[in-house]
Structures are given as C-alpha cells and as structure tokens.
C-alpha cells in the first residue's frame, strides 16, 4: 500500500464503495451543482431497476414450475422498488429550468430512451404476463373467473393483482416522469426526439396486460345502479 492510498474497511471493500462513489462528478468538474443530484438519482433508478430485473426473472421461473406463492414474495419487492422509483423523481423535480440547462449540455446525445434498466423492464413485462397466464392454464382458469371469485382462488388472484400493480406503477412512473418533464423543460419544447410531451404521452397510454384491465370493465358490463335506495 503506497503511503496516498486510503485504508478500506472490510465494509468498504465489499460493497465496492469506492468505485461506486468515483461514478459522479468530483465538484470542479460539474457542469452545475445539481449535476451530482442529476447523476445519483440515474445511477439509483437504474440499480433499483437492475433488482427489479432480477426478482422478476426469478418470479416467471417460479411461476412456470407453478410455485405461485414464492413468485408472489418477489413480485411484491419489485411494486415496492417501483414506488420508490416513483417517489424519487420528486427530488429530481427540485431541479431549476435554470440548473437543467447546464446540465442537459453535458449529456450529449443522451437519451432517458436509452436507460438499460428500463429497456429490460420493457423487455420482461410480456414474458411475466406470459408466465402467470400459463399459471392460469394449468390451473384451467381464466382471470375473469379468479375476479368472479376471488375467494375460491386466493393466490390466483393476489397473483392478477400483483401483474396489474406492476402494470400500474410503471404507467404511474411514465405518468410522474411526464409532469416533471413538463415541469423542467416545458410541454412543448422539442427534445431529441421532437416534442417529449407527445412521444411519452403515447408510450404511457398502451397497458402491459390490457386483458387483466379489461376483466374490470367486463364485470360491470352488466351492472345497473338500480333503485334508489335511500330516497323516497
Ligand atoms: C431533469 C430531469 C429529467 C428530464 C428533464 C427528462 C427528460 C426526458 C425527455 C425529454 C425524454 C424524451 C426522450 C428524449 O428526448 O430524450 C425522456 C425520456 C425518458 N426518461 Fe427522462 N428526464 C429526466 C429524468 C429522468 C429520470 C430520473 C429517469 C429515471 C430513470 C428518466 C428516465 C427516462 C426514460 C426511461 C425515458 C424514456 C421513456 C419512454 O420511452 O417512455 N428520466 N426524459
């Protein structure tokens, strides 16, 4: 060890911390002193989707050897990751027009549309929608049928709500990131990709399981209000 090198403990040798904290900007070298917020907050949301990956890839190989109940454990991490995630942009919201400028110079042809983490939470939204439908085979049922009677099928059905929470608060994440997008750079300013506004409004609107949403509207198809029953 040369006499410059700072001794790390165990604690610091484990977890990597000091590569981990050599990956933002030192001060003199930041566009702006928000950069090092800009920086943690993308570093952040892209280790937590790194473990949502993880625990989602695990949840469809359980849930194709129908071993629900272990799936569910992990589904639920990945809703809870998804609402910090959320919870999250609030701080990055705290950025000025003023701050983002300085900073948005320094990203080059950097694109949210390019984050890994987010492409591959894209990537397996179909293949866990794919996974619980096989579930739903095998035990020769279909979601409406789990939603008719949810007491019947208890684990089928906390299954069908633990997809849609995902589906849900990924839209809840386009739909936070789309007011701060708003709030930052403006509705209509063009961004790389011609007007943010529009481009992530049209991702936000297509659901992962359009089906799962549907069995909602298929159960009230056939309900009337009725009589009124207060009122004389
Ligand atoms: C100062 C804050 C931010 C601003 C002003 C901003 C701005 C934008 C804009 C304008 C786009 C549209 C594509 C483009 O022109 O590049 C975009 C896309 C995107 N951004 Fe951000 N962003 C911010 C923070 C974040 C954060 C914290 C995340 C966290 C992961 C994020 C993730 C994404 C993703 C995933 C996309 C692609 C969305 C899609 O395809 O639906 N952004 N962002």
């Not at 695990?58 to 998804?82: K, P």
């Not at 300085?102 to 179909?126: D, I």
């Not at 633990?162 to 708003?182: A, G, N, P, S, W």
Request: aromatic letters at 8%.
């Amino acid at each position: 060890m040369t006499s410059e090198a700072k001794p790390v403990s165990e604690y610091e040798i484990y977890l990597g911390v000091p590569t981990l904290l050599s990956l933002q900007k030192e001060g003199g070298a930041r566009a702006h002193r928000d950069e090092l917020l800009f920086q943690v907050i993308h570093q952040v949301e892209e280790l937590w989707m790194k473990l949502a990956i993880n625990e989602i890839n695990d949840a469809v190989g359980h849930l194709n050897a129908d071993e629900v109940a272990s799936a569910l454990g992990l589904l639920r991490r990945v809703t809870e990751i998804e609402r910090m995630m959320i919870g999250q942009l609030r701080l990055i919201e705290m950025m000025s027009p003023h701050s983002y400028i300085a900073v948005r110079k320094v990203l080059g042809q950097g694109s949210g549309q390019e984050s890994p983490g987010f492409n591959a939470m894209l990537r397996v939204a179909p293949e866990l929608g794919a996974a619980m439908h096989g579930v739903l085979k095998r035990a020769c049922v279909s979601a409406l049928e789990v939603h008719a009677e949810p007491t019947k099928h208890p684990l089928l059905f906390q299954l069908t709500e633990c997809v849609i929470d995902y589906d849900e608060l990924f839209q809840t994440f386009r739909f936070h990131h789309i007011m701060l997008v708003k709030r930052i750079i403006g509705a209509g300013t063009a961004s790389l990709k011609g007007k943010p506004t529009e481009l992530l409004e049209r991702s936000m609107r297509a659901p992962f399981y359009p089906e799962l949403w549907e069995v909602r509207e298929t159960m009230f198809a056939d309900f009337s209000r009725g009589e009124n029953l207060y009122k004389k």
